[in-house]
């Protein structure tokens, strides 16, 4: 069976500080991978999303990067951590091909604060 | 990618039918019609999905209107754990990879 795993669960960085988070899917190969932010009371807006390594789609100018170094890891990234990029930060990964049915399923989710 | 429109919250006593209403008119003919639902501080999490039939399973069922332009999730006996947000989204036709969630439904359940 697949899973999807992120980390870390839980952090609090302070303004200006640098940001990684780490996504990972296992029991796949060549899966569509995609993060996702969520923010206090508002609902999940895509921030990137990628179909294969190296291969990445930014949809929402912001002062964080998006990389895929192996098939199946997704990295989330800032140099300067701004107070605006608190939030709920979810991986999610989805079979590749071009079927619109194939679900998309959610880790468990990255809560960041930025004091 | 087409929009879909929902009520921002509903209210349900538990035990009692949900009918989670969600319009999509411009929804194009490939286009499928997803449902997830999200617990508290928690990742989304699949409900249900179809194209033009009804769809049955053990979480919900989902009734696809005749023209696709608007669809319900329906939750049969709400629980206490059914609270959540309910997304229903469409995932766009071949060549294009992206699933845009809006704000949901916020589904209460009353005991």
């Known amino acids: 069976s697949q899973t999807i795993h992120q980390w870390p669960a839980t952090l609090v960085q302070p303004v200006g500080s640098p940001l990684s988070l780490e996504c990972t899917v296992e029991?796949?190969?060549?899966?569509?991978l995609y993060w996702y932010r969520q923010a206090a009371g508002r609902g999940l807006q895509l921030l990137f999303y990628s179909v294969g390594i190296g291969q990445i789609s930014s949809e929402v100018p912001q002062n964080l990067s998006a990389s895929r170094p192996q098939d199946r890891q997704f990295i989330l990234s800032s140099k300067k951590l701004l107070l605006s990029d608190s939030g709920f930060y979810l991986c999610a990964w989805r079979r590749t091909g071009l079927s619109p049915g194939n679900t998309i399923y959610f880790g468990e989710g990255s809560w960041l604060t930025v004091v | 990618d087409a929009k879909t429109t929902q009520p921002n919250s509903m209210e349900s006593n538990e035990e009692e039918p949900v009918h989670l209403p969600c319009n999509h008119s411009t929804i194009s003919g490939t286009d499928y019609i997803h449902w997830y639902r999200q617990l508290p501080s928690q990742g989304p999490e699949y409900v249900i999905h179809g194209l033009t039939s009804n769809v049955n399973n053990r979480m919900a069922s989902l009734a696809i209107a005749e023209d696709r332009k608007s669809s319900t999730l329906i939750l049969h006996r709400a629980t206490l754990r059914d609270a959540a947000v309910y997304y229903c989204i469409l995932s766009a036709g071949a060549g294009s990879y992206q699933l845009t969630f809006g704000k949901g439904t916020k589904l209460s359940v009353i005991p």
């Open positions: 029991g796949t190969s060549n899966p569509n």
